[in-house]
């Protein structure tokens, strides 16, 4: 009986150990992949980032994120979309991201340096035509047509994915260039069918990365980290006219390094419908 004892203690002593060894190396695992992301991070927020090469034969889907430096619960949907811009996880997709900065956050503590009520509007007409009940933020929307919590990546990846299958127009831009304190390109779009009524192209310039240290409000005492933040979207005409190259001028806002800025480009269907095509500026072009 004794024995039996000894025996049953010394197997249930080594079955401890095992499970101590993996719970190290659990936890291991799991400070490195933070260290990493952390280290992705602050590499991202102090340079450029580079723009992610495209799968072959990928499909251009347009994810828009509704976020808010003073909502405590925007960090993460933060964190996926430059995961879906820079890993670009899906095969079948080329993610183009637009970070939009709404501002009814901005009376509660903390003012957004990236909010634009314009946005606001932009989210509105969202939850009109989505038959939303109000406003939320974190709020993503794959090509105008799906819309979920922003922090959700299996949706994500789901909607992203769902979105990459189905036909879409083709659009072309040519390089950005910059001429005085004014970025310059021409776009133009391909469709199997024509002509192309009720489509309409919009541009956005976007600041390609950006860290700021919040003080006060939900988020204060953080360091956030932006990709892709919209600095200014506004309707430039009629998918029509771009059949053939169409010209558009973007303005540098003051202080803005033009290495850092990018020019997204995309069709949609009037009313602010379904998101036709989209297209993201190659790297700078300079005269």
Request: hydrophobic share 40%; with cysteine.
């Amino acid at each position: 009986m004794t024995l039996l004892k000894s025996t049953h203690l010394r197997a249930a002593l080594a079955i401890c150990s095992v499970a101590i060894v993996a719970l190290a190396l659990t936890t291991s695992m799991s400070t490195r992949n933070s260290r990493v992301l952390a280290a992705k991070q602050a590499n991202h927020s102090s340079q450029p980032a580079k723009l992610p090469v495209q799968h072959p034969n990928a499909t251009p889907v347009l994810v828009e994120l509704f976020t808010s430096e003073g909502c405590s619960d925007c960090p993460p949907a933060d964190t996926l979309l430059a995961h879906l811009q820079q890993d670009q996880p899906v095969a079948s997709a080329y993610v183009v991201a637009l970070e939009e900065h709404v501002d009814y956050w901005d009376h509660l503590g903390w003012r957004d340096r990236f909010s634009s009520h314009e946005l606001t509007l932009r989210q509105n007409e969202y939850a009109s035509r989505l038959r939303l009940d109000d406003n939320y933020t974190p709020q993503m929307i794959v090509d105008g047509t799906d819309q979920f919590v922003g922090s959700d990546s299996a949706k994500a990846l789901r909607a992203v994915a769902a979105a990459a299958g189905k036909p879409k127009l083709r659009l072309t831009l040519s390089p950005l260039v910059v001429h005085g304190s004014q970025l310059s390109a021409a776009v133009s779009v391909e469709s199997v069918q024509a002509p192309l009524p009720g489509i309409d192209l919009y541009t956005a310039l976007v600041q390609r990365t950006a860290t700021t240290n919040v003080a006060n409000g939900e988020n204060g005492g953080r360091t956030l980290h932006h990709v892709s933040t919209v600095l200014s979207l506004a309707k430039i005409g009629d998918a029509r006219k771009a059949t053939t190259p169409f010209q558009f001028s973007l303005r540098i806002p003051a202080g803005v390094d033009p290495a850092n800025l990018a020019a997204v480009v995309f069709a949609q269907k009037s009313g602010q419908g379904e998101v036709q095509g989209a297209v993201i500026s190659a790297p700078l072009a300079r005269p």
